[in-house]
C-alpha cells in the first residue's frame, strides 16, 4: 500500500488534519473512530523524524463525504491541529 493508498473503509480521502507528533494524530483518529468515522494516517509506519532531523507531516485523512462531520469532531478534540 503507497502512502496515499485508503483502507478498506475510506474510498475517496482528504486530508482532515496535519500534526508534527504522531500521538496527536492518534488521539484524533480515536476519537474519529469512536465516533464511527473512518479514517487513516498514511504516515504511521514511517516515523515522525526523517533522517538530517527533518520533521515529517502526518497526515489524519478522512472520507471527502465524512470531513464536515469529521471537522467537528476536531474541533472538540484538537484545537492545536492545523486543518486542511
Avoid at 494516517?41 to 515522525?48: L, Q, R
Amino acid at each position: 500500500m503507497s502512502s496515499d493508498e485508503s483502507p478498506r473503509g475510506v474510498g475517496d480521502p482528504v486530508t482532515l488534519a496535519t500534526f508534527v507528533f504522531l500521538p496527536d494524530a492518534y488521539v484524533l483518529r480515536s476519537r474519529l473512530e469512536y465516533e464511527g468515522i473512518p479514517c487513516f494516517i498514511p504516515e504511521e509506519n514511517h516515523g515522525s523524524i526523517m533522517p538530517g532531523g527533518t520533521a515529517m507531516v502526518i497526515r489524519v485523512m478522512v472520507n471527502r463525504e465524512d470531513l464536515e462531520a469529521a471537522r467537528k469532531v476536531m474541533a472538540d478534540v484538537s484545537p492545536e491541529s492545523e486543518g486542511d
